[in-house]
């Protein structure tokens, strides 16, 4: 497993990752999910991305449950905060100092460590002054209990404040978390630059659109009995990508796919590592042979002309404005 500094900081992460959003605590049983972490670090995976809302803080459970007993200094274990908690308390979500310190010690406790390698505000709160949520971050730092910071779905120009005030509080805030795929490019445009001048690296999610780009969908056809577009919690982000227009330009990117000997799915993951600012592409598992055939795609290197190629496929249906950063897909359709 290759891997790559996270921005210009000092932290390594491996190129693929492993993330439980859905999967862990909901959609997965405990002994399949640890069959997947399991086969996660056989191929040398090293960074584990969860959050505290993902299934109410049992994704977090399971997946400490399912590192126990590895090495710690040899994992990059991340996790997030912003979204409701608990019962759902007004101080139960947000970036405000309570909600931040509160959860960042749950967090501890769920995942069974000392200490969180990255902890990643999960969206921007406008309710809270940012200078309030930085400085909560910065203590944590200082205490030990985080090691960098970092910032999920925020825009340019909140990074670029957040970026400031860290350089004045002197805290590592090094990556920003981001939806990115070749039907997703939003960040294309504003955020990566920013983040390349500001010394952050991206952990991409979502780099295979929710299964889209693996080409399971088809036009004109219901999804397939128990894919993620048939299930509740996932199935608002895919609202978007399930309509005829997209899935049948998806559908024309199966010969590119052919032509080099890939699968749509490795096809989808090496295109997100060509950019340089994406240090490492999350993904998900549900069974341990989809990341075995996801792991392929690491040392695939795709050339321009493959690049464009690309690009004309899904010209029209490919999004890109960086408005969109943080909307909901359902309010694209």
Known sequence: MEHRRLGRSGLSVSRISYGNWITHGSQVAEEQARKCVATAL????????????YANTRAEEVLGRALAGQRRESLEICTKVYWPTGPGGPNDQGLGRKHIMESAHGSLRRLGTDYLDLYQAHQFDPTI?????????????????????????????????????ARELRVPLISSQTQYSMLWRVIEAQVIPTCEREGMGQLVWSPMAQGVLT?????????PAGSRATDGEGSGYMVRWLQDDVLRRVQELRPVAEQLGLTMAQLALAWVLQNPNVATAITGASRPEQLTDNLKAVDVVLDAAVMQKIDELLDGVSRFDPTFIGVPLTALV
Do not use: C, N
């Not at 056989?42 to 809302?53: E, K």
């Not at 200078?131 to 670029?160: H, N, P």
């Not at 080409?215 to 999804?223: F, V």
């Open 42 to 53: 056989d191929a040398g995976i090293t960074t584990f991305d969860t959050a505290d809302m």
């Open 129 to 165: 002054e940012l200078e309030e949520t930085m400085l909560a971050f910065a203590d944590l730092v200082r205490q030990g209990k985080v090691l960098y910071v970092g910032v999920s779905e925020w825009t340019a120009d909140q990074i670029t404040r957040g970026a400031a005030l």
């Open 215 to 223: 080409g399971k969908y088809l036009p004109g056809e219901q999804p």
